[in-house]
Structures are given as C-alpha cells and as structure tokens.
C-alpha cells in the first residue's frame, strides 16, 4: 500500500484554467504538507496543515488554496493557472515531533 | 528564513568510489535529515540525526551532526550506480515546528 499517494502524477493544462491536485497518507501522521520544487529542483514548502488545522502558509499566491477535509488529506486547488505555475508539486505527511516526513512520488503540472 | 547551503551541487564519480557531501546553515539547527530523490519519484529519508555529534550508518550511508549544530555531512562508501539521484539535507530548528528546510540539492552520478 502506497503511504502517501497523490493524483493525477501528470498535470498538462492551458493558462486561465482551474485545476486541483488530491493526496492522501495512510500513516496516521497528524501533519501534512504541499512543497513545490522547481526546475533547479528546489524544495519550497507552500504550506502545512496540522489535524485539518492550517500551521504554515507561506508566501504563496492566493490563487493556491489548500484544503483539508480529514488529517488524512490535503488537497491543493490552484485557479487562474500561471505558466510560472509549472513544477512538481509533492504532498508530504509527518508526525509533529518526529522530523522525517514521507513523500509522495510528486505532480507534474505543465502549464501551456 | 534559515538557508542551508548544500555541496557540491553535483559530482561525477566512478563505481565503487567513495562520495562526501554537506550542508551547512548561520542558524542552529536541531534536527538534520538527509534525503535521496530519484527521477520521477519523491524524496526518501535515508538517515535521521538528532543529537550534536550523532553519527549514524544506514548500510554504505554514513551522515554526522555537526559539534556546532550548524553542519551536516553524508558519506557514501564504494558507491554502486543505483546510489544516482538528488540528495538533499534538510533541518529544524528550535523555533521552526514541524517546518523543514531543505539545502539545493547534490546530483550525483555514478559512471560504471
């Protein structure tokens, strides 16, 4: 069974549009989180929800707007989509007090 | 925010060579991680350190926390070529919670 799994592993979608990416963790952890990583593969973390609670929302445009409906997923929605948008995202899962977290295999979402 | 310089960013090694890379940081940090990313695929946490001075072997993989609390190294010993990919250090701080910051990354390649 995958730990953390997210969907659609591939992305391709014209400006303006409106697009979500799902992920799920089947670990337990009470965290959860959205990173971007760039071309120059870059980690960068968007943001971090604690038992459906948002923690950490950093400066990202508020055309990205997370969701967490249980602790056992977080999704991101992104509207208006920007050809700067494009990049891997990747949900992560931790426990608070513990540092590892667990990556799922990442989005690739090409913006044309 | 904190920043983790990473190095080197890349390096070409032979098979069975014996590879070192680190990450340094101005800020104190309290828990070192070190992550290997392969393509396609998210980043997997290879070793944990959470005490100044722990050293730790996860099999030909040796990573140290640094006396000062502000370095890390990873060592690779008689390196094979599945160990290509990304890796990545990446720490917490006392006052970052759950947060982690990531250095930019080391390319290694491995030629036969």
């Known amino acids: 069974d995958t730990a953390v799994s997210q969907t659609p592993k591939y992305l391709v979608t014209q400006m303006g549009n409106d697009k979500s990416i799902k992920c799920e963790q089947n670990?337990?952890?009470?965290?959860m989180y959205w990173y971007k990583q760039d071309s120059k593969k870059f980690l960068k973390i968007m943001f971090s929800?604690?038992?459906?609670?948002?923690?950490i929302n950093e400066t990202v445009p508020n055309r990205f707007s997370p969701k967490s409906p249980d602790k056992a997923h977080l999704n991101l929605h992104i509207n208006s989509l920007e050809l700067g948008d494009s990049a891997v995202y990747f949900c992560?899962?931790?426990?608070?007090?513990?540092?590892?977290?667990?990556f799922g295999s990442g989005t690739r979402l090409t913006v044309v | 925010g904190q920043q983790l310089n990473q190095s080197p960013q890349s390096m070409f090694i032979q098979e069975g060579e014996d590879v070192s890379m680190n990450c340094t940081s101005s800020?104190?940090?309290?828990?070192w991680l070190w992550y290997k990313q392969d393509p396609g695929e998210g980043p997997v946490l290879l070793i944990a350190?959470?005490?100044?001075?722990e050293l730790t072997s996860n099999g030909r993989l040796t990573a140290q926390f640094g006396i000062t609390r502000k370095d890390s190294f990873l060592n690779i010993s008689a390196s094979i070529p599945s160990d290509v990919g990304i890796y990545f250090c990446?720490?917490?701080?006392?006052?970052?919670?759950?947060?982690?910051?990531f250095g930019e990354g080391t390319q290694l390649t491995v030629n036969p």
């Open positions: 992560a899962s931790s426990q608070v007090l513990s540092g590892g977290y667990t």
């Open positions: 670990l337990g952890h009470d965290t």
């Open positions: 929800y604690n038992n459906k609670e948002l923690i």
């Open positions: 800020s104190i940090f309290n828990t």
């Open positions: 350190l959470y005490k100044a001075g």
């Open positions: 990446a720490g917490q701080t006392e006052t970052s919670g759950s947060r982690l910051t």
